[in-house]
């Protein structure tokens, strides 16, 4: 578990609790770059609406499993999930959702198909009679899960890449910024492989737990988030995670 700490502003009266937020700790969204250190385009963006909020705030970033957990118990007051995350927790059997969207942070993001470099596909038909890979318990996407005529291969997200790559499948299926995070970290070359194609758009929002009431803290949140949004902070900021074509 990592934490970050960001101390009081002298104009924002303080909370009996520091308010706590959560950022994952998966692929590209928040990894540690070679000197150990936490980065990323989640991670970055995080830790600029905490440094923005202007009161006591805690910031985790920690595996997905304990964020939910956290959440549900209401150990986590407010974290950045893409839509589909939380659909994630409700297949995994829990029952009863924990949590609940509160403002949109950005929406440059979507689930991608990329193949080898001389693939053309647009979409998910386009893989009918084919084979391709998505990460292990990987979430349900309309026209890819439910379509019989994919063969799918789950296997751990870092390897995706590599089985388009070897020719064990045609298609990977996988988080653009993932892509992103792969191709420019992780040894793999863009050149290899088709352009990424957006199959399903999403959406990053930042959730709160339902067990956190401070309406107060909840309204800076949302206009500072909707501040930084409206003034391209987000954007630029996944900007510097794409690779340089």
């Known amino acids: ?127 009918n009679g084919h084979r391709a890979a998505i990460g292990i318990g990987g979430c349900c996407f309309a026209g890819f899960s439910d379509n019989p005529k994919i063969e799918k291969l789950q296997v751990p997200d870092n390897v995706i890449l590599k089985m388009v790559t070897a020719g064990r499948v045609e298609a990977g299926i996988l988080l653009d910024l993932d892509y992103n995070f792969y191709v420019t970290h992780a040894g793999f070359n863009a050149a290899d492989y088709s352009p990424p194609v957006v199959a399903t758009p999403l959406e990053a929002w930042i959730h709160k737990t339902k067990h956190f009431k401070d309406n107060a803290a909840l309204k800076r949140v949302t206009e500072t988030v909707n501040r930084l949004r409206t003034q391209g902070v987000f954007d630029r900021i996944l900007a510097r995670y794409r690779p340089q074509s």
């Open 1 to 127: 578990m990592f934490t970050v700490l960001i101390g009081l502003s002298a104009d924002r009266p303080a909370r009996a609790e520091p308010l706590r937020l959560a950022v994952v700790e998966w692929g590209g969204l928040t990894y540690k770059d070679n000197n150990g250190q936490y980065t990323g385009p989640w991670f970055d963006i995080m830790t600029r609406i905490v440094a923005s909020l202007g009161q006591d705030t805690e910031l985790l970033v920690l595996p997905l499993p304990r964020i939910f957990r956290r959440l549900d118990i209401g150990e986590t007051d407010l974290t950045l999930f893409t839509t589909n995350l939380g659909q994630k927790f409700l297949d995994m059997g829990n029952g009863h959702e924990p949590y609940h969207r509160v403002v949109l942070v950005h929406q440059e993001t979507g689930i991608v198909i990329v193949g080898r470099k001389e693939s053309q596909f647009t979409g998910y038909a386009d893989l």
